[in-house]
């Protein structure tokens, strides 16, 4: 099935309809304008704030009194009733953690191969059906995608901001970290729009401080900054110029596994070790979860306190008193710390820069409340580190700041980010070509010329790929498309435009060009993992109907869709590819065909999808095999299919 979807084409056709105009719910008037909001979606917590359309101040929304941070937690109760998010979620760590589900941002736009043995830290099931596409979250009886699971936390934010504000929300801006790939970016934009918002822009976190440090909004400022944000799930580090207005990433650098998370993790094991508890703390969910939960108080109280003390409970009446002091916690997490001092040096390096030519060292995130992480940082720069706004704050201000900026409401203050990986294509030999190098200023543009290596070549297959490698293959790849129709020419001939165009999000276009005939092909990469329009309107309509009764009849649907694009797939793919196959390969997958469109006809879910699983099972190997044949075909300068 993997192997026909991938060749699937996705259409990409706008849905969402911008709402025309706002009510104000408390007094049934029309508004002029419509806010914009803007939403730091954290690993750990979650926040959602706006410019106050009088004051002209960013601030974080509390609806209800209940503290404006959110925390990136979702709760399925038992009973089937609509999730919980954020404090109200959290209590069931304890207490039910299969159904409690944090992190969730660290699994977005990721398959299980990305996530490696980080797939068993977490307290959920996560799931590995297919190691290349995305991981999917078990509760109970159902699967759930990250991104499905970070719209519930959006839509969260999104009803707290319309609550408290007394208006309409529908559009945000939303930040991610700097390294954020193309998939990532990709999957927080559709997870705004499972949440019915309109996401105007991706901004990076650090970017988005910058600005709540009133950093950019002065155009006559120059000054080079460094965000150094270390969260509960990432660490990020950039490095940005001022410059006549103008605000400019000069590099980032970072780890989206680094973070306080990974203190509290240390701290636990520390105790699991020196006070030797018992190994159901390392195996049973709710110990595990009780541990990690008094890990982190420890870690919180100890940024303000020299000793720490709890009681930790087995649940068969035996209590287990730990403790730990303000050293051993400083000597547990300097590693820990190291870490992101190396990436800070390494960003100082790409920016070609030293700690001395900085003007101002920004922290954010809640991790560097910790002392040791103050001094550390302060030491390797050589200046005190700014921490005057609330590290847990400052990246959803500074997301209302921009969103106020594309409202149209700052008409002096423009940004520049870098794009955190390099894009090239994939040459002769699987060589990565790198066409934007990592850290370019985006939005940008960038091309190189190419040629044919054998004589008559009327094809050219483009594959786009991410990352730092030499080698395509240990790079991600983003797409691939072919240029078809070049004039058959000998070797070196023909002259073959490839320009990339990166938007402001990050998000990609190639159009390649051969130049003596002008036959051009253009497409937007799509990243592997995204969703079509289609899947997340289905999304959509899902969340809106009342989701539990229809659980079975949509999981149906759903099996019956996939089931018929297969069948559309296998049976062109026979057409197509008769002549190649053995006459023994088409009858047997023909019986195949036979049977999954008998289990089509029932409502038997199961078998539909043991019928699928048993066709593309046995139609995989000559379906590769034929690829293979295709693709020298192409080399050889013949026309494939
Ligand atoms: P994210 O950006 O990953 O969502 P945050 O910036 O909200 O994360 O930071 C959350 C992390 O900050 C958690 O690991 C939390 O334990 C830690 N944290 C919050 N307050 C403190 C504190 N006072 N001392 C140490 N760590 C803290
Ligand atoms: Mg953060």
Redesign the pocket.
Known sequence: MLFFSCLAAASLLPYLQMAKVAINLATGAIQQEELIVGI?L?????LVAYVHPETRQPAAINDLGRGA?VP?VVHFPPDGSSPLVGNEAKDFLLSDPANTIYSVKRLLGKSYRDLGQHAGQLGYKVIDDDSEGLVKIRVGERFYSPIELSADILRELRHRAEHALKTPVRRAVITVPAYFNDSQRQATRDAGRLAGLEVLRIVNEPTAAALAYGIGLDPSDEKTVAVY?L????FDISILRLHQGIFEVMSTHGDTWL???D??RAIGEHWQSIFNLPNTFGQVPALQQQLRLAA?MA??YL?QHDDFTTQLLDGDEHVYVVTLTKAEFNALIAPLVERTLAACRQALGDAKLTPASIDAVLL????T??PLVQQEVAKFFGQPANNSLN??EV?ALGAAIQADILAGNRRDVLLLDVTPLTLGIETLGGLMDAIIPRNSKIPTKAGRQYTTSIDGQVNLKIGVYQGERDLVSENRKLGEFVLSGIPAMPAGLPKIDVNFFLNADGILRVEAVELRSGTRQQVDIKPQYGLTDEQVEQMLMDSLTNAKQDVAARLLIEARTAAEQLLYQVERFLKKNAEHLEAVEITTTTAHTDLLRQALAGNDRDLILRRMDELDEFTRPFAERVMNISIKQAMSGKQIG
């Open positions: 730091d954290g690993t750990t917590n979650s941070i990136s944000d969260g509960g799930g990432t973070g306080g998370d203190m509290d982190e870690k919180r940024s954010v995130g809640g991790s409340r910790v590290p847990d990246v």
